[in-house]
Structure formats: C-alpha cells, structure tokens
C-alpha cells in the first residue's frame, strides 16, 4: 500500500481519533473540540471521532486491536482520506496504523506542523517551520523508504532502499544544519532590533491559540491585522505603537499563540517570532474566559512561557470574551487568579481598566535614584527627561546630581564612565536590585526601524 505523504491535509475528510491516558487530564468537555479545531484550521472537514480510555497506549497500533477494527469501519463508512491522532504516534505505529485502516494517518504534531507551513508568510516563519518539520520527518524517513528495501539484491549488498535512505538522511540533516544557522542569524539580528527599539517600554501579547490577541491588539491600537476563529490565524509578531492613556506611547506586539503539548521542536524554531516577548516590560496573557476549558489553557500558557524561559517576567492576566462568558465561570477565573482584568476585545468593555492595570505594571519597573554627572552632559539629562520623571538637580562646582524616577531598564543602560547611579533605597525597606550591565545609550528612534514598518 503506497500512502502518499506529501500532501497536505487541505481539502480532506477527517477522522479525529483520541487516546485518554490517565495522565493526560482531558482539556474540555468535548476531548477532540481541540483536534476537530486544528483540523478545521487545517482545511479539513472532520466526518468521524472515534474516543477511547486506556490505562497505556499499545505498542503497534496506539488503539486496542478491537478499536483498530472500528476505527477502519468507521473510516470506510464515512469516506474519510485521513485519520488523525490526537496523541503522538511513534513512526512505527503510524506505520501499523495505515496498514489497518488503510489510509493516511497523521498525529497531532504534524497536523501543528501541517497548519504552520500553510501559515507562515515572513521569511523567519518559514524558516521555523521547515526546521520543525524536518526534525519531525528525519526519524520517520526510513518508513518513506521500507517499500524500496524489498529490492535488495543478494546477501550483503546494500539494496537501493537503504542507499537512496541514507542520501536523503545526510540531505536531510545537511538542510536542517543549514536552517539552524540561518534561523541563529535572524535571531540575533532580531535580538539586536528589539533591544535597539527599547527606549519605549514594551508589552507583548500571549496566550493560547484563538484567546482573542490579534483582535484585542487591533482594538487598543486601532489596526486592522489579521484575526479570525480559526487556530493559529497569528504566526508573525506584528509591532505597534500604543497610546495608553495617562502614560503615553508604549509598542505592543502580537505573537503566534500557543497550544498544549506545543511541539519542543516547534518552540525552538519559533525562537525568533518569541523575542518580542522575551524583551518586553510585561506580558498581557490572553486567556479566553468562555472556554471550558479556561483554566488548563492558562495553565498550558504557563509551561510554554518556562519552557521558553520567560516564566518570570510580569504578566498581567486578561480574561477575554467576557462578553459570551459565562457569569459565574467568570466569578470562578477571578478568584481563581486575583489581579486578572476582564474584558471583552469585541465589545470593548473593560479596556479602561486595563490600561489602568498596564499603566500600574510598567510603573512598578520603575526606581527611584541619584544620577551623578558632569554639568556639560546634556545627553544624559537629556535622556533621563524623557525616559523619567526629573524630581530636583542639586549642583556642585562641576558636577549635577538628579534625583529621579525611572525604569530600571533605562537606569541600567546608563554607562558607569558616564554617570553614576545611585538607586535610593525605598521606605520599606527593599532594596532595589542593581542595575543590570550597563549597554550603550542608544538613541535609535523606533521609527527608523526597518522591522517596524507596521508602526503608524
Ligand atoms: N465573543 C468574543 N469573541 C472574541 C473576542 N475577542 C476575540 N474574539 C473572537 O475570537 C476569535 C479569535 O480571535 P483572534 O484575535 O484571531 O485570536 P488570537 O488569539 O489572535 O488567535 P491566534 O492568532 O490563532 O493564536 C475571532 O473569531 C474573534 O472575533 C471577545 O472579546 N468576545
Ligand atoms: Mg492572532
């Protein structure tokens, strides 16, 4: 039987298929919603779901012998062309899977990765998914190949298979190596943007899959990018300037969002597309507050933000949809994570108190200290005016000492030949951490950068 494995999922008919493991808490109420959903957003059509608890997976087949036996009568009987897995498939059992059911089976993890490559548009996120997709297909080559093996030709000889396997292995990692130093590159060319820009605060927006960020970041900065009720509508970080009341212009960037059990190899490739938010001041997680499954979606954003090893920056949770919210599922989220703000991106409700609370976050970044320079440093005045508040200047012969109040960031960018800085220690007696290793000042106006090019 020849599967063709080439081919997207666009276009076919589906049957979703889950395992549920006792280790595995199920996310809503409906187990394969989720999958059924990345279908959709893959451009299938699901026709069947098969369900089924088991206490393990089976070795060959994943499903029970019995189960097997239905899921290749429920395929037959609803004309499906593909059968996908909620859980992930070894390439063996993926392999045993087609022979039973007779034809093509995909896991979860390459239905993600299906949906990505049809996504991605910048050249970075088609980097990314390339990586990912052929880390995912280097161990599953073999089973493209098993059918040629059968022409071996006599004891030792290699057979065309195993040759023809092993060029496209050494190709295979050839391309990945390639990726990876291209991928590294558009890393610290990113790494270098962001942080050239940082003389605005910043806030990223994350959160799982279609939370509502793209349409939250449209509503607060009146832009028009691209959000829809699809999974993973968002795979490009976009970057706009915000104009949060009572503060002023702060950027705020979009990013793809996130899904349980995230493909490692997926979030490595999305290194990139993550720096925004590894930068950023603080995070706005966007949590859909009308799912069933809220909760293990917020918690799901968590592991992949200490996956990605930004688990600590501030973030400030937002309840979104509190429009087709449920009252009391509501009561329960708020309570459950106290310092959340619910609103609606559709209706717009609660968006004032949430620039409140974003003002307040960004605020608490800030320290109060004594900056000591010469009197001729008008740079350094200068830039201490425009990223804080200037509280007094006391003179002396030739040197100004002002006392002020500004982000920590901006402090520790302060080189030490330059100035000195003094952070005042705070009435109750915390101590405000040192300045981190000082970088040169740098006056890149956002405007000017070429990433930024969605910036009004
Ligand atoms: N009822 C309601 N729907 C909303 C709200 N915010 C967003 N939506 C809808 O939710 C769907 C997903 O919105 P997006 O903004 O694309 O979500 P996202 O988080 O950017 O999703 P990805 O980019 O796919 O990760 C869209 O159909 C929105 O119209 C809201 O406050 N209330
Ligand atoms: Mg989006």
């Known amino acids: 039987m020849e599967i063709d494995r080439k081919q997207g999922v666009a276009s076919e008919t589906a049957v979703v298929v889950g395992v549920h493991l006792p280790e595995h808490p199920t996310l809503a109420e409906e187990p394969l919603d989720e999958l059924a959903g990345l279908v959709e957003s893959a451009g299938a059509e699901v026709v069947g779901r098969l369900y089924q608890r088991r206490e393990t997976p089976d070795m060959t087949t994943y499903i029970g012998k019995g189960k097997l036996g239905e899921l290749k009568q429920l395929v037959e009987a609803s004309e499906a062309?593909?059968?996908?897995?909620?859980?992930?498939?070894?390439?063996?059992?993926?392999?045993?899977?087609?022979?039973?059911?007779?034809?093509k089976v995909l896991d979860r993890t390459e239905l993600i990765l299906d949906i990505f490559s049809t996504r991605a548009q910048t050249h970075e996120a088609r980097l990314a998914v390339e990586l990912?997709?052929?880390?995912?297909?280097?161990?599953?080559?073999?089973?493209?190949?098993?059918?040629?093996?059968?022409?071996?030709?006599?004891?030792?000889?290699?057979g065309p298979g195993e040759k023809q396997l092993e060029t496209d292995r050494r190709l295979v990692e050839k391309r990945i190596s390639d990726l990876k130093r291209e991928l590294d590159k558009v890393l610290h060319r990113k790494e270098r943007e962001v942080a050239a820009r940082s003389d605005r605060m910043t806030v990223s927006l994350v959160g799982y899959t279609n939370a509502g960020k793209s349409t939250l970041l449209n509503r607060l900065t009146a832009s028009d990018v691209y959000a829809k009720d699809q999974l993973f509508a968002t795979l490009d970080t976009r970057t706009r300037r915000w104009q949060l009341p009572d503060w002023g212009p702060v950027l705020i960037?979009?990013?793809?969002?996130?899904?349980?059990?995230?493909?490692?190899?997926?979030?490595?490739s999305f290194k990139a597309t993550l720096e925004e938010a590894r930068q950023a001041d603080l995070l706005l997680h966007v949590a859909d507050a009308s799912s069933t499954a809220a909760i293990d979606q917020i918690r799901a954003v968590y592991d992949v933000l200490a996956e990605i090893g930004i688990e600590q920056k501030d973030t400030l949770l937002i309840l979104n949809k509190a429009d087709t919210?449920?009252?009391?599922?509501?009561?329960?989220?708020?309570?459950?994570?106290?310092?959340?703000?619910?609103?609606?991106?559709?209706?717009?409700?609660?968006?004032?108190?949430?620039c409140l609370a974003v003002s307040d976050a960004l605020s608490a970044g800030f320290i109060e200290a004594d900056v000591e320079t010469s009197i001729g440093n008008g740079?350094?005045?200068?830039?201490?005016?425009?990223?804080?508040?200037?509280?007094?200047?006391?003179?002396?012969?030739?040197?100004?000492?002002?006392?002020?109040?500004?982000?920590?960031?901006?402090?520790?960018?302060i080189a030490p030949e330059e100035a000195e800085v003094r952070p005042r220690v705070r009435d109750h007696g915390h101590h405000p951490a040192p300045a981190p290793s000082p970088a040169p000042l740098s006056e890149g106006p956002i405007d000017r950068d070429p990433s930024l090019e969605d910036v009004a």
């Open 132 to 158: 990912a997709q052929l880390e995912y297909s280097l161990p599953r080559l073999k089973r493209m190949w098993t059918h040629l093996s059968r022409l071996k030709m006599g004891v030792g000889m290699r």
């Open 81 to 103: 062309d593909i059968v996908v897995f909620d859980n992930d498939l070894s390439p063996a059992q993926i392999r045993n899977l087609e022979e039973g059911v007779g034809v």
């Open 379 to 413: 740079r350094l005045l200068a830039y201490l005016a425009k990223h804080g508040e200037i509280l007094s200047r006391t003179f002396t012969e030739d040197r100004v000492v002002v006392h002020c109040r500004a982000p920590q960031k901006y402090l520790g960018r």
């Open 325 to 354: 919210a449920d009252d009391a599922q509501l009561t329960v989220l708020e309570r459950r994570y106290p310092g959340s703000v619910r609103v609606s991106a559709r209706t717009g409700a609660g968006l004032d108190r949430l």
């Open 253 to 268: 960037s979009d990013t793809v969002g996130f899904i349980r059990d995230l493909p490692h190899r997926l979030i490595a």
